[in-house]
T-cell receptor, first 114, second 111 residues
Framework: NAGVTQTPKFQVLKTGQSMTLQCAQD?????MYWYRQDPGMGLRLIYY???????DKGEVPNGYNVSRLNKREFSLRLESAAPSQTSVYFC?????????????FGPGTRLLVL | GENVEQHPSTLSVQEGDSAVIKCTYS??????FPWYKQELGKRPQLIID?????GEKKDQRIAVTLNKTAKHFSLHITETQPEDSAVYFC??????????FGAGTTVTVRA
């Protein structure tokens, strides 16, 4: 099992450009998450999908959109990138329900917006 | 929503000594408290977790304690080794299964 995979690993964008970060999991998990990680601020939830067909905003959703394409895949889109979106983005997945909250993270995507 | 505070932000210990990281949370409904370790350039990985119906859990050199009344939980690493050098994050989960993370503690183990 590959677990949680993310593409690309690294991306440089110019202000105003758009891009989609891809995430896939092969653990048959119901829930998937997108986080951003900035120095000194831990991981902050951008959006999550509790189950296929549902998405909800997290702590810092502005400037982002998501799509839960199917049970395996959860993408994050930046429509018009800004320098403030320079960060490391992590996707995670978990089973839903009590006693199954453990989240497993992908390797991350480093994004630089110039 | 849940607010998790983590202290200290940096911690330097001599190899073989113990390290303690403390976290507090705000939502009394939180019932699951994982700890993640993140090495430089890597993904966060779960190292230990504890649920609200348990006061302490141990796994080899790592232990976690939980005080529900005071709403705080701690990570204890004994006999630290160079490979324990990393950033450690605490987190709390409430009814909606969303993780709220602390800001992280950078642990450096001096040889």
């Amino acid at each position: 099992n590959a677990g949680v995979t993310q593409t690309p690993k690294f991306q440089v964008l110019k202000t105003g450009q758009s891009m989609t970060l891809q995430c896939a999991q092969d653990m048959n998990h119901n829930s998937m998450y997108w986080y951003r990680q900035d120095p000194g601020m831990g991981l902050r939830l951008i959006y999550y999908s509790a189950s296929e067909g549902t998405t909800d905003k997290g702590e810092v959703p502005n400037g982002y959109n998501v799509s839960r394409l199917n049970k395996r895949e959860f993408s994050l889109r930046l429509e018009s990138a800004a320098p403030s979106q320079t960060s490391v983005y992590f996707c995670a997945s978990s089973e839903a329900g009590s006693d199954q909250e453990t989240q497993y993270f992908g390797p991350g995507t480093r994004l630089l917006v110039l | 929503g849940e607010n998790v505070e983590q202290h200290p932000s940096t911690l330097s210990v001599q190899e073989g000594d113990s390290a303690v990281i403390k976290c507090t949370y705000s939502d009394s409904a939180s019932n699951y408290f994982p700890w993640y370790k993140q090495e430089l350039g890597k993904r966060p990985q779960l190292i230990i977790d504890i649920r609200s119906n348990v006061g302490e859990k141990k796994d080899q050199r790592i232990a976690v304690t939980l005080n529900k009344t005071a709403k705080h939980f701690s990570l204890h690493i004994t006999e630290t080794q160079p490979e324990d050098s990393a950033v450690y994050f605490c987190a709390a989960v409430a009814y909606d299964y969303k993780l709220s993370f602390g800001a992280g503690t950078t642990v450096t183990v001096r040889a």
